[in-house]
């Protein structure tokens, strides 16, 4: 621009060049440039085509001239710019007058620069597109929404099933070359049903769908549309998505229609609107792309009649974009489409006369940029909505539910929109929190210790025969005594030979010391690779026979009768007793107790994660959390693979209110084990904490999905089962020796499916809530077998309070008891069992480890649920976890509500019976408990049932009945405290000698309990031995016998006898 001095100074504009162009007519339109300042044109260029590149050259110089006097001022320049308008000129159509032009936008030149003493200058300025302009996403950014169609549908009149795969089409019209509308290497492969995101993935749908797309008539397209999403369309599709999630496909009837001939053809609005019928459209959740590394949907939609208010009401948008586009399609009547939501996706549909088409096949493939995010300014338009019309007002489309119809569309992105965590990097993150557990030093056994262990095997192989002969002999050899002649022990001699070798017991001795032999060969003759010779062997064997004999009889020698006699009174207590043991001083609040036996365990085997898990619960039941935290790591640090250690370290994080570390644990659980329905559930419960609405619908319906899954599987082996035992747990069959619950990955159960009927017209549109109904429920078996393996632990982080609520395991060699104690967190289960929903199944993983503060929200969920609500385990819960709190009105209540539910379930009557023992009103306790084990099928925790009932009997005198209850307890479950109550209703009956047995029973398993030892002494001095009742009475007092009246009772026993008290 230049500024020449003269009277009337002249300011001249150039424009020389445009860059990007593009017209409303294609890529190469006709323009020309207007100049403009202070509302007077001051001229327009020439016409200039854009190249297909998108530049001009117009070299257009326009001027004006400012003056001091008058006219244009300075001040005009100063606060006045240059309009240069661009305007596009339309090809002229047949018997048309005049050019019709359309603005396409404005560049501003600001004059500034003149008045700051530049007498010219040049530069670049950006032409602003005008709304509706071609320009529009280039220059501003704003993405404009359009509609992607699918058109040519093919009519099929069935018979056979559509191939799989076949290759897609370029859904692109005038194709003229047979075979060039198929795209390369693309092709329609399917998939199972289960596995879609629609509708129609039910079980119940298999059938109706094969008909559908095999049988009945359809309509195929087979096209796919490819968009481009650039960084700014990404983000306003991830908004879009996240503020509208239905997103509508609609569907018509286009008839083919041929232009009159003579004068043009005018079709008017209502015209173009009549063209369309068979209205309908179907509502497509985009959600799931939402989801970390989710990049495809694919499923079967519902076409629903076409309602305004209806559409309006799911997403959102005010009027069809048949609206707009009707016109277009009377050019073809078979055309579909999609769009953005706000404004609709339209796919078109021909339905002919023959209303009997079941299915619409539609494979929209959607990359990075499928879908661009519409402004939401753009579909907010004045134009009022309509009121909805009732279905008689859209009968054709009211056929769409009368026959079923359904779309199949494919959605798929190149990339996520939301990256998903790898594995690996989980697995880091993990080990970087927890470091793996160092390996165990490796325990180099010398000569010396390759001694000891062979001296110890020939100890434990002599006493087992020493048994053995006694079993056979002893009653011979206590009659003759020192009697005996050598061939009455020749003759025994070769009898026991003949015993050993025909039972297996010689064999079994020859394996038992076979690897302590091979340790001397090893550790003192160094002897580890072959002999070269047999002579060489043979001489080995001769020197070994001959040291292994020697060593063979120091060992005997060193056995001494008291050696023998303490062995055989020593009674190992199993892992599994150690576990009983320590829940019967939870339950009793002996909480000191309880950890010496955890912490027996941990000693005894410090690397068994199943311990340190049980620790870990206990710590969380006495408040303990950052012991129990230690726990769980220790645990995880031992298999940083295993699911429950997992789940419970991101329990805790949460509870210690370190989100992001609880996070890595939860994702970490699902990545490893992609089944685990309570993975799932509490990772939902943590993205609900966080806020995090899209992403815990995800891990819920993820958990559904397994749940269904893994029901359907349940009931498929069930039926083909044709063994005694037919229930079936989650993943396979449950060891009956197993430890515990530690090992199964979910509280597991035999499974039962109930099948819902199809989501009909009014079924709800959320993902969660139709993924709800969709699911199966999943059925509680009442075998013993299984049952236990659900947990429904009552305790809560409120301190126990002799509230037994849990079964226990027992010793491996107990009969049929096994089944029903087999796990220490059993579930409720009974005759009636309520379905299990995800949310129920967490609960009973959560009740196992005493995490209260999730069981109230996930109850809460439950209560939600439609496959939950209120059901008889529901109320179970609830009346536990206010037993616990001693709040027994609140208790009562639910258990009213239970037992109104399932009258006939042993859980409920056994809960009751705990109520009232707790409050006190031990002749309803000992209703409840009598009904509870005259059921059938055994309630989930009889253990204490017994423990509480015999209590009762022996406060009533009734120590018949006592007796006959503690005699089951001790086949089940034999513990210290079954022992004790055996042995106290047996000398009430006075039945010393099974009285004595039985206390010395419990005394085996603990010393430390005063009452065992004060009836000990009771026994002793009615049996008249002073030397045992003496010393029964001395640790008696010695550990501080709580019951008076007991204590009274051996004093006036003592004084009866005169002996037992040295004291006196």
């Not at 300042?37 to 260029?45: A, E, H, P, R």
């Not at 953005?340 to 494979?363: D, F, G, H, M, W």
């Not at 022996?954 to 405290?977: F, I």
């Not at 085996?1004 to 003496?1030: F, I, T």
């Amino acid at each position: 621009m230049e500024q020449v001095s003269s009277t009337g100074r002249p300011v001249q504009i150039t424009v020389t060049d445009g860059y990007d162009l593009k017209g409303f007519k294609g890529d190469t339109p006709v323009t020309f440039i207007r100049a403009e300042f202070n509302q007077v044109i001051l001229g327009d260029s020439a016409k200039v085509t854009v190249s297909p590149e998108g530049t001009a050259k117009y070299n257009f110089t326009s001027s004006f001239e400012y003056s001091p006097e008058g006219g244009i001022t300075l001040d005009d320049l100063a606060h006045k710019p240059v309009f240069l308008t661009m305007t596009e000129v339309l090809p002229k159509e047949k018997k048309q007058k005049d050019e019709k032009t359309l603005i396409l936008g404005q560049a501003v030149v600001d004059l500034l620069p003149l008045l700051e003493g530049e007498s010219s200058f040049e530069t670049m300025v950006p032409l602003h597109p005008v709304p509706g302009s071609p320009l529009e996403p280039l220059r501003s950014g704003v993405k404009k929404d359009y509609p992607i169609l699918f058109k040519n549908g093919t009519l099929k009149l069935g018979g056979e099933r559509e191939p799989v795969p076949r290759p897609k089409k370029w859904p692109i019209a005038n194709i003229l070359a047979p075979g060039a509308n198929y795209i390369p290497d693309s092709f329609i492969v399917g998939g199972p049903y289960e596995e879609e995101e629609g509708e129609l993935n039910r079980p119940e749908d298999k059938e109706f769908r094969n008909q559908a797309e095999s049988i009945k008539k359809r309509i195929i397209w087979d096209l796919e549309s490819r968009c481009y999403l650039d960084p700014p369309a990404v983000v306003s599709l991830q908004k879009r998505i996240a503020d509208c999630r239905f997103w509508p496909v609609e569907i018509t009837r286009v008839p083919l229609t041929t232009a009159p001939k003579g004068k043009a053809a005018k079709f008017d609005k209502a015209d173009d609107e009549g063209q369309l019928s068979f209205h309908g459209v179907a509502y497509v959740n985009m959600v799931p792309l939402l989801y970390p590394g989710v990049k495809r949907i694919r499923g079967a939609f519902h076409v629903y009649p076409y309602l305004d208010s209806t559409v309006y009401e799911k997403t959102k948008c005010l009027f069809s974009l048949f609206r707009d586009t009707g016109h277009l399609l009377t050019q073809n009547n078979k055309i579909g489409g999609f769009n953005s939501p706000l404004s609709k996706p339209i796919v078109s549909k021909n339905l002919k006369e023959e209303k009997t088409v079941k299915e619409k096949e539609l494979e929209g493939r959607l990359r990075p940029g499928d879908l661009q995010a519409p402004s939401i300014k753009s579909q907010s338009s004045d134009t009022p909505l309509e009121v909805e019309p009732s279905p008689s007002h859209n009968p054709e489309g009211q056929q769409y539910i009368e026959a079923g119809t359904y779309i199949v569309l494919e959605i798929q992105l190149d990339r996520a929109l939301v990256p998903k965590r790898m594995p690996e990097e989980l697995a880091k993150r993990v080990k970087e929190m927890i470091p793996p557990r160092p390996p165990l030093t490796r325990r180099t056994g010398g000569a010396q210790k390759a001694m000891s262990d062979y001296h110890m095997q020939i100890k434990n192989i002599s006493r087992a025969i020493l048994d053995e002969y006694h079993r056979m002999f002893g009653k011979q050899v206590a009659k003759l005594g020192n009697n005996m002649d050598s061939e009455t022990v020749e003759e025994q001699k070769c009898l026991l030979s003949y015993e050993l070798n025909c039972s297996g017991k010689y064999f079994a001795f020859k394996e038992q010391l076979k690897h302590a032999v091979v340790k001397i060969v090893r550790e003192k003759y160094l002897k580890t690779t072959p002999f070269e010779s047999q002579e060489e062997l043979q001489t080995f064997i001769s020197e070994l026979y001959v040291f292994l004999v020697d060593q063979m009889h120091v060992a005997l020698n060193q056995t001494m009768p008291d050696d023998i006699q303490g062995a055989v009174s020593t009674i190992y207590t199993s892992s599994e007793q150690l576990r009983l043991f320590a829940f019967e001083a939870e339950v009793n609040e002996n909480f000191e107790m309880a950890a010496v036996y955890y912490e027996e365990r941990l000693v005894r085997e410090p690397q068994n994660l199943e311990h340190w898990l049980d620790y870990g619960a206990f710590c969380l039941l006495t408040e303990d959390n950052i012991k129990a935290q230690e726990c769980f790591r220790k645990a995880l640090s031992l298999n940083q693979n295993h699911i429950q250690s997992l789940l419970l370290c991101g329990v805790l994080a949460v509870l210690m209110e370190k989100y992001e570390q609880a996070e890595i644990f939860f994702e970490d659980a699902t990545c490893l084990e992609p089944t685990n329905v309570v993975a799932w559930t509490l990772l939902g419960l943590y993205y609900e904490i966080q806020n995090n609405d899209i992403r815990m619908e995800m891990a819920f319906h993820e958990g559904f999905k397994q749940l269904q899954a893994r029901t359907l599987q349940a009931q498929v082996i069930k039926q083909r089962s044709t063994g005694p035992f037919e229930y079936i747990e989650e993943g396979g069959k449950v060891d009956e020796h197993s430890l515990g619950p530690w090992g199964i990955t979910n509280g597991s159960s035999a499974t039962a499916m109930k099948a819902e009927t199809p989501a009909g017209p009014g079924a709800p549109t959320s993902i969660l809530d139709d993924f709800l109904e969709e699911s199966s429920k999943l059925l509680s078996d009442s075998q013993e077998h299984i049952l236990p393996t659900q947990s429904q632990d009552p305790t809560v982080s409120q301190k126990p309070s002799n509230i037994l609520l849990k079964e226990i395991p027992v010793e491996k060699e107990t009969s049929k008891c096994q089944d029903s104690s087999t796990f220490l967190h059993p579930s409720p289960h009974g005759v009636s069992q309520t379905p299990a929903t995800i949310f129920m199944e967490t609960i009973r993983f959560l009740m196992k480890v005493n995490a209260v503060q999730y069981v109230h929200r996930v109850l809460a969920h439950e209560l939600l649920c439609p496959q939950g609500g209120p059901s008889c385990e529901y109320y179970l819960v609830l009346a536990q976890t206010h037993l616990l709190k001693k709040d027994f009105a609140k208790a009562e209540e639910y258990l009213q509500h239970a037992a109104q539910m399932d009258y006939l379930n042993p859980n409920v009557w056994g809960l009751k019976g705990h109520l009232y023992f707790l409050s006190g009103n031990h002749a309803e306790a000992k209703a409840c408990y009598e009904r509870t084990i005259s059921f059938v099928v055994d309630a989930s925790e009889m253990h204490f049932i017994f423990l509480r009932l015999g209590h009762i009997y022996l406060e009533e005198k009734e120590y018949e009945k006592a007796k006959k209850t503690y005699m089951q307890a001790c086949k089940r479950s034999p513990s210290c405290l079954t022992w004790l109550g055996l042995g106290i209703a047996c000398y009430r009956l006075e039945e010393l000698t099974e009285a004595e047995d039985a206390l010395s029973e419990a005394n085996a398993l603990n010393n430390y309990n005063a009452e065992v030892w004060a009836y000990l002494a009771l026994v002793s001095l009615k049996a008249g031995r002073q030397v045992e009742a003496e010393q029964a009475y001395k640790y008696t007092m010695k550990l501080k016998l709580k019951d008076k009246a007991l204590l009274a009772e051996i004093h006036t026993v003592q004084e009866a006898v005169g002996f037992g008290n040295p004291s006196f």
